[in-house]
């Protein structure tokens, strides 16, 4: 069973410009998260979807924006990127289910790394 | 808001050494309480859970934690570290069935030989 694939792994960028990520869940998980992980910050949560609506949201500026398909593959984008953007961004898919112990796993892909100059 | 602390961003054991590392977390409700690994250069996997179901949880490579409601606490322990098991370890709290997860800031375990 294939895992979470995050594409590109590692991509440099220029202040200004903007970045899309992309996430491809594990087949049949429907939930995707964000997570952005510096090594300041740890990691902070971005948004999460499912069935292609935005659930929740983290504390992030409108400059970072995420969207799902209804194959459940996500992407992120990020506008006007700035030096701070630079970190592994990291997308995490899980099935969320609705009884069983209620507890839902994350699976996380290998995960995005963002420089910005 | 849900918060959790790990105590100690970077531990040092020796090989054969007990592992533990610590982790508190602020909850208003029974939370769900997770640990999971980083190795370099790749994303989280994770080590275990705990859902209410027992307070020792078992999980993988050798590695569990035991809830403690009166303390706030979910320490990680392993009785004897391996060189493998040189990593980042994030303790995670989710409130309830959604997938907003706290994560720690992490603690970074060395193992000497």
């Known amino acids: 069973k294939a895992g979470v694939t995050q594409t590109p792994r590692y991509l440099i960028k220029t202040r200004g410009q903007q970045v899309t990520l992309s996430c491809s869940p594990i087949?049949?998980?429907?939930?995707v998260s964000w997570y952005q992980q510096t090594p300041g910050q740890g990691l902070q949560f971005l948004f999460e979807y499912f069935s292609e609506t935005q659930r929740n949201k983290g504390n992030f500026p409108g400059r970072f924006s995420g969207r799902q398909f209804s194959n459940s593959r996500s992407e992120m984008n990020v506008s006007t990127l700035e030096l701070g953007d630079s970190a592994l961004y990291l997308c995490?898919?899980?099935?969320?289910?609705?009884?069983?112990?209620?507890?839902?796993?994350?699976?996380f892909g290998a995960g995005s790394r963002l420089t910005v100059l | 808001a849900q918060s959790v602390t790990q105590l100690g961003s970077h531990v040092s054991v020796s090989e054969g050494a007990l592992v533990l590392l610590r982790c508190n977390y602020s909850s208003s409700v029974p939370p769900y309480l997770f640990w999971y690994v980083q190795y370099p250069n790749q994303g989280l996997q994770l080590l275990l859970k705990y859902t209410s179901a027992a307070t020792l949880v078992k999980g993988i490579n050798g590695f569990e934690a035991e809830f403690k409601k009166s303390e706030t606490s979910f320490h990680l322990t392993k009785p004897s570290a391996h060189m493998s098991d040189a990593a980042e370890y994030f303790c995670a709290v989710s409130e309830n069935t959604g997938n907003q997860f706290y994560f720690g800031t992490g603690t970074s375990l060395t193992v000497i030989p």
């Open positions: 995490a898919s899980s099935l969320l289910l609705a009884g069983g112990d209620g507890a839902n796993v994350l699976t």
């Open positions: 087949s049949g998980h429907r939930s």
